[in-house]
């Protein structure tokens, strides 16, 4: 369960999109759904993330923050003809939803298909 505690804590503060962002950035990437966004290549790479905020809207229970992410990934062996072992990246981006839980600071994230 992801809980992104820091940006709850920093809601409505000037330093919330920054915090939001660093948090997000900071998780295992095996938490989001960012195999699920590729669309250039087959693996997502050990690469580091980085997060755009698109926008965040609040409900009476979460806060919704729609991001944009940019990540690597990787087409193993395919790079080169004579080496059917190398590791090629490619950019990768996906958007991200994440509703933040206002009381518990769980969050659900969810692949934005429509991009």
Known sequence: ???????????RTPEFENILKHEIQNLDA????????????????????SVVILS????SDLIRAKTGIF??????GS?????????????EYCEVQFDIDKR????KVFLLQDQ
């Not at 965040?56 to 409900?59: A, K, L, P, Y």
């Open 104 to 107: 518990t600071a769980e969050t």
């Open 1 to 11: 369960m992801i809980k992104l505690i820091n940006a709850l804590q920093a809601w």
């Open 56 to 59: 965040v809207t609040e409900t």
């Open 79 to 91: 790079c080169c003809a004579d080496d059917p072992t190398p590791v090629c990246e490619q950019t």
């Open 30 to 49: 095996e938490l989001l759904p960012l195999q699920a966004g590729l669309s250039q290549s087959s693996y997502v790479s050990d690469a580091a993330i």
């Open 71 to 76: 990540y690597a990934g990787i087409i193993a």
